[in-house]
């Protein structure tokens, strides 16, 4: 979260600072998501992977 001064001044930062951490919010969601559908979709390759490991 950003701070506003109460003069004012730094409210440019203060909104290029919420556009950065809402887009790296974004992102963590899309790689988490993504990660999830791909563990759901293919459930079967990490455990063959393992198996034929050990």
Request: charged letters at 15%; proline letters at 4%.
């Amino acid at each position: 979260m950003g701070i506003i001064t109460p003069n004012g001044q730094g409210t440019d930062n203060y909104y290029k600072s919420e556009i950065i951490t809402s887009g790296y919010r974004i992102l963590r969601m899309v790689i988490f998501f993504s990660n999830r559908s791909a563990a759901t979709l293919y459930p079967q390759r990490t455990t063959d992977e393992h198996n034929s490991t050990s």
